[in-house]
């Protein structure tokens, strides 16, 4: 089972775009949710995460730009992205953890083009 993550597609630099994953409820709960991504030709990196009652970390490159949420439930996780920029292209996964157990999304594709 993987995580359920939506959201992703075409922006002009300067755009918005936000971002969804869901945590089904069959794989259990998770106290930290996070967003990573993976540029062409570079290695999957942190983006930004939330833990227990929402402490975030974020990737220096995104401070400012990107914010990244949960609801009430903690079953969905969200990153608003603002001023995106052509760097910002990738394919976003989210994942879940807790302990020892990890899962991740499939994969949404960030296209950010003039």
């Known amino acids: 089972v993987q995580l359920q993550a939506s959201g992703g597609g075409s922006v002009q630099p300067g755009g918005s775009l936000r971002l969804s994953c869901a945590v089904p409820?069959?794989?259990?709960?998770?106290?930290?949710l996070a967003w990573y991504r993976q540029a062409p030709g570079k290695q999957r990196e942190l983006v930004a995460s939330?833990?227990?009652?929402?402490?975030?970390n974020y990737a220096d490159s995104v401070k400012g730009r990107f914010t990244i949420s949960r609801d009430k439930s903690g079953r969905t996780s969200y990153l608003q992205m603002n001023s995106l920029m052509p760097e910002d292209t990738a394919v976003y996964y989210c994942?879940?953890?807790?302990?020892?157990?990890?899962?991740w999304g499939q994969g949404t594709l960030v296209t950010v083009s003039s």
């Open positions: 939330i833990v227990g009652g929402g402490i975030t």
């Open positions: 994942r879940a953890s807790q302990g020892y157990r990890i899962v």
């Open positions: 409820r069959s794989i259990g709960s998770f106290s930290a």
